[in-house]
């Protein structure tokens, strides 16, 4: 509440400037100066360690990562990718303390998903390997879940926002600092609207209260949402009305997701040729100069052993909107790799022994 001054105290703090004597400055609730502003623009845009970068060159060229207090959508058709978009970005960023409240997955498939992007081993190798009790296995994982990731923070319960402070507090005890990133997995399953834990109440709501939420935090906020069957459907372009029940208004950024090879009106060779694709859409950027994808999106590869999204290479179905990045370093695996040099191995002792 604004503090009112009786005549007293009027009279006072003008004989006080008279007299020379400092004069306590007045405190608003919701007045804040441009000259209380400036400094944590300069502070935000003198350095990036307070923006959050998925870590796909394209889509980060364009955003220059997300910063605090902004809301991120990332939207599109059931399986499309949205999921993997944020574990591409966890695994890019390993350094960020990231908060992630997954009210679709549980925690241990998290780290399993995120253990093979790593590793870049097929989930159900690794479940195989475990099961069968490997040691090498079993090491990577516990070395996954207490070493590589332990920045990360994963949350499975069904929450709503009073919870989700709580959360973020006991997060921050763990760590001894605030998140970094804090990522909503997915809007629809989102406890309430802010005001009651009401499970039913409408994504509009949710999208409100979260915005004025995201608001008050010094970090980003990066949420999961679902499409909508007419606006997103499988393999379309994602545009801004692609969000079930809205949303798009509260957003700071929205970013679309979609796999090419879901399109039932593309033609058997084009849906071939994009098995390995995933196309993005920024189709909403409220950070100066507000630049967007073209409508088609970009095409980046997105791996069929793990999900992990990445720039495409050389001989990586590109296509018109394919971002290529060539790259001195070899493409393949080190895994492949000790294939490749052990049947050459072979086929050096077989023919010394012809």
């Known amino acids: 509440m604004v503090e009112l001054l009786d005549a007293a105290e009027i009279q006072r703090r003008i004989s006080a400037k008279s007299q020379g004597e400092a ?21 935000s845009l ?15 060229t364009l955003t220059r990562g997300f910063g605090p207090k902004e809301l991120v959508f990332i939207t599109g058709f059931a399986h499309s990718g949205k999921t993997q978009l944020v574990n591409t970005a966890i695994l890019n960023n390993l350094n960020k303390r990231v908060l992630f409240f997954s009210m679709d997955d549980p925690a241990e498939m998290i780290l399993l998903k995120l253990t093979c992007m790593y590793a870049d081993v097929p989930a159900d190798e690794l479940e195989r390997l475990i099961h069968e009790g490997d040691p ?24 709503g926002m009073e919870a989700m402070d709580k ?13 970094e990133l804090v990522v909503i997995d997915y809007l629809e399953l989102m406890q309430g ?19 004025k939420w995201v608001k008050s935090k010094d970090w980003p906020t990066i949420v999961l949402h679902q499409g909508t069957r007419s606006g997103s459907e499988p393999g379309k372009p ?17 970013i679309g997701v979609r796999r090419k090879k879901d399109d039932r009106d593309a033609d058997m060779w084009a849906r071939q040729a994009n098995q390995s694709t995933v196309t993005l859409h920024v189709v909403k950027n409220k950070r100066p100069p507000a630049k ?10 997105m791996s069929p052993k793990t999900g992990v999204i990445r720039t495409q290479r050389p001989g990586e ?13 070899p493409t393949t695996s080190i895994a492949e790799l000790e294939r490749a040099v052990e049947l050459a191995e072979r086929k050096v002792a077989d023919a010394s022994g012809e």
């Open 193 to 211: 609207n802010a005001v009651s834990d009401d499970a039913n109440a409408n994504v509009k709501k949710k999208s409100q209260a979260l915005k």
């Open 46 to 60: 003198a350095s990036s360690d307070h923006r959050f970068s998925l870590g796909i060159a394209p889509i980060d």
């Open 317 to 329: 179905s590109a296509g018109p909107n394919t971002t290529v990045v060539r790259e001195d370093k």
């Open 136 to 159: 090498a296995a079993k090491a990577t994982l516990k070395r996954a879940a207490t070493e590589i990731f332990k920045n990360l923070v994963v949350v499975d319960d069904s929450l």
């Open 292 to 301: 967007v994808t073209k409508p088609d999106g970009v095409d980046l590869y």
């Open 23 to 43: 004069v306590e400055p007045r405190t608003y609730q919701y007045v804040k100066p441009f000259a209380k502003s400036y400094e944590g623009i300069i502070e």
């Open 238 to 254: 994602i545009s801004m009305t692609s969000m079930a029940y809205g949303g798009e208004q509260e957003a700071t950024i929205v």
């Open 167 to 179: 959360a973020i507090e006991e997060a921050t005890d763990l760590w001894g600092a605030p998140p």
